[in-house]
């Protein structure tokens, strides 16, 4: 009998729901993707800083390309289930969360983590309104393409200088409802 593998987007959710907790450390190129797979790893994650930083450029500086590129490349070198941390969506409008996440499903990634950072240093946060339409227009895309991809939804408050423990739980509250497999 011919062995069918696993659905990534199945095997990597499952590993949200283990008894323990799922380490998911992130590699930000091949060499570290392989190094983290040979250690035990049960999944990967990307970086947004570590891969900027292998351009010898700042966090924040690669676009959509640039990291699903590198993501694709990460994905190459390990049989574990990649989520690729693709920041705010590389866009402000819902057709560009949606795209992104979209492209994101054809380089092979099991993941996807969509953050509520706005970019603005006056106002950092895309506000609540918008904030669960990005995601929910992720989760959309995330969930009926050609490959399924679990979403993660990011409340970035607090790295961003924003204590505010009752609006992230709202947020996260607000992410849930809006279609997010996972919480961060």
């Known amino acids: 009998m011919e062995h069918v593998p696993a659905d990534p987007f199945d095997t990597f959710l499952a590993l949200h729901h283990q008894d323990g907790p799922l380490l998911l450390p992130n590699a930000f190129d091949r060499g570290s993707a392989r190094l983290l797979t040979s250690l035990g790893m049960q999944a990967l ?34 049989g574990l289930p ?10 402000e409008g819902l057709d560009e969360v949606a795209l992104t996440v979209r492209t994101a ?28 339409a990005r995601v929910e227009a992720a989760a959309e895309a995330a969930h009926t393409g050609e490959r399924r991809l679990v979403l993660t939804a990011r409340a970035d408050n607090f790295v961003h200088g924003i204590p505010d423990l009752g609006d992230t739980i709202e947020r996260l509250q607000a992410f849930q409802s809006a279609g997010a497999d996972v919480l961060f």
């Not at 900027?52 to 390990?78: K, M, P, Y």
């Not at 990649?82 to 866009?91: I, R």
């Open 45 to 78: 994650a990307t970086t947004s800083s570590g891969a900027a930083a292998t351009f010898g450029r700042l966090e924040g500086s690669l676009d959509r390309d640039e990291t699903l590129d590198n993501a694709a490349a990460i994905v190459s070198v390990t």
């Open 105 to 132: 499903g054809a380089v092979g990634l099991a993941g996807v983590s969509i953050e509520d950072y706005a970019g603005d240093r006056a106002a950092p946060m895309f506000d609540l309104p918008a904030a669960p």
């Open 82 to 91: 990649v989520s690729a941390d693709l920041g705010n969506g590389f866009g």
